[in-house]
C-alpha cells in the first residue's frame, strides 16, 4: 500500500494505492460533510450526470490508515495531467466544470470547499472531478470560500494566457497554489483589466486581498472578522457571474508553423500512407495500453493509436497543436482515449511541490506501453541540442517499446537546422543514431520511406 504524494495536504482524508486499485481514505474530519453528502443523494447525482468520479464503499482493511472511518474504492485513471501541461480550452472546460457542479450543489444545501484545478481529471471520455472529499455542507450565509482559490486556479491563468500571452500558462509550475491575483492582473492590458467581469473577479479582488493582506500584518483585525453575509441567491449570482467571465475568455490560438504543418513537411501523399499504415500495424501488433506520442503535432498519429484502442498521451510543445487536438476531441463524439498536452520535451514536466514529490515528473507517471517518436530526435538534437546517447537513455525510462523516425542528415527539414551552423553541430548520423539506441533498445523492425527517412520499432533491453 502507498499513499498518494499529492494528497497529504487534506485533512478529511487521503488516496492510497493498492495492488493496482485506488481507495481514498476518509478521517474524522470528512466523516460529517460525506455523511450528509452520501445521505441527501448528491454523489449519486453527480456521478449520473458525468461530472463527479465513482466511488464505492468498501470495507476498512488492516492496510488503511488508522484513523480511517470510510474506505472508497475509485476506477483508476489511465494518466494524472497538470494544470502546466493543459491547453487553453481544457483549462476553461475545467473552469466551467467546477462552476456546473457548484450549481448543482448550492441547490441542494452544499458547495466546493476548495476549487483546486488539480481535482479535475480527464478519464478517457470526459473530465470529471476527482476529489470526492471536496464536496461540502455550506456554511449558511457566508461567502464561497473558494471563491479566491478558484480565481487564482482557473480566471488568473486564463486572463493572462488569452489576453497577455499563452505561454504564461507555464507560471503554474512556479505558483502551483495558483497564481498570485496581482501579478495576473498586472500582466492585462488596460482595456481587458477594465472589463466588467475581469475587473470585479481579478482587478479588485486582487487589491482586495492587499488590503486584507496588510490588515492583518499590522495587527489591525483579522480576516474573518466583518465577512459579508451572502444568502443561496447571492451566492448562485456569484456563479452566473464567474461562469459569464470565463465563457467570455477567449485566446485565438495561432501557429504559422505547425498549423501549417501538412502544407510544409517533404512527404509525399504515398509516404503519409505508408506511415500511417506502419504505426497502424505497430499498435495492432503490441495491443498497447499506453501510449506516449512525443512530438505529437496535432495528432495524426495519436489517433490513429486510439482507434485501435489504446490510451494516448499526445504531447507537443506547441500550444496551438495541442489546442486544436483538443478541440478537435471535444467536438467528436466517436473520439476518446486522447489526452493532449502541452510540454517542451527537452525541458519536461519536473517533480514539483512539497519535497519534489506532490506533482510527479513525466517519467515517474510511466513507463508507457509505446513510445512514439515520430519526426523528433533531429529536433531534440539539432535545436536543443541534447546528444544522442542521453536522447537514447531517455526514451529508455519512458517506455517499454518505442517506434522512432530518423531523418536523414540530407532531409530539408534536417538541412534547414543547420542552415546557420556550418559543421558545429553535435554529431548526427544514422549510424550514430543505430550505435547509440543499440546500447539501450534492440531493434526488431524497420520500413523505409521514399524521402529517405527510416521508421525503427524497438525493445528496451532487459537489465
Known sequence: ??????????????????????????????????????DAGVYDKLIGTNLLIS??????????????????KHPRLPFISYPWEWCFSMLKDAAILHLEIMEELVADGFWLRDASAFNIQYDGERLRLIDTLSVGQRIADSPWVAYGQFC????????????????????WRNYIDGYPLDLASGMLPLGKRLRPGLLMHLALHSRAQIMADRKEDIGKGDRSAGKPKVSDRGLI?????????????????????????????TYQDEDVAKKSEYVDNVVKRLEPEMVWDLGANTGEFSLIAASEGAFVVSIDGDPACTEFLYQHISR??????????????????????????ERLSLRERGPADLVLALALIHHLVLSAYVPMPLIAQWFGGLGNHLLV?????????????????????????LDVFQSDFGNVFNFIDQISLKNGRILFLCERKKK
Open 405 to 429: 523516425e530518423f531523418v536523414p542528415p540530407d532531409d530539408p527539414m534536417v538541412k534547414k537546422l543547420l542552415a546557420n551552423r556550418g559543421e558545429e553541430h553535435l554529431p548526427y548520423s
Open 237 to 265: 449570482g456569484l456563479i452566473n457571474s464567474l461562469r459569464k467571465t470565463v465563457k467570455g475568455i477567449n485566446w485565438k490560438r495561432s501557429s504559422e508553423i505547425w498549423e501549417g504543418y501538412q502544407e510544409i513537411r
Open 1 to 38: 500500500m502507498t499513499t498518494n504524494s499529492g494528497s497529504f495536504r487534506d485533512p478529511f482524508g487521503c488516496i492510497l494505492t493498492k495492488d493496482g486499485e485506488i481507495y481514498r481514505s476518509i478521517f474524522p474530519p470528512g466523516v460529517e460533510d460525506f455523511k450528509a453528502a452520501r
Open 152 to 171: 487564482g486556479h482557473f480566471l488568473a491563468p486564463l486572463a493572462a494566457a488569452a489576453y497577455r500571452d499563452i505561454r504564461t500558462l507555464s507560471l
Open 332 to 357: 467528436s463524439e466517436s473520439i476518446k482515449n486522447v489526452l493532449p498536452l502541452t510540454m517542451d520535451l527537452a525541458n519536461p514536466s519536473p517533480a514539483l511541490g512539497w519535497d519534489s514529490r
Open 55 to 72: 466511488h464505492q464503499e468498501v470495507a476498512i482493511e488492516n492496510w488503511a490508515p488508522e484513523e480511517t472511518v470510510y474506505c472508497l
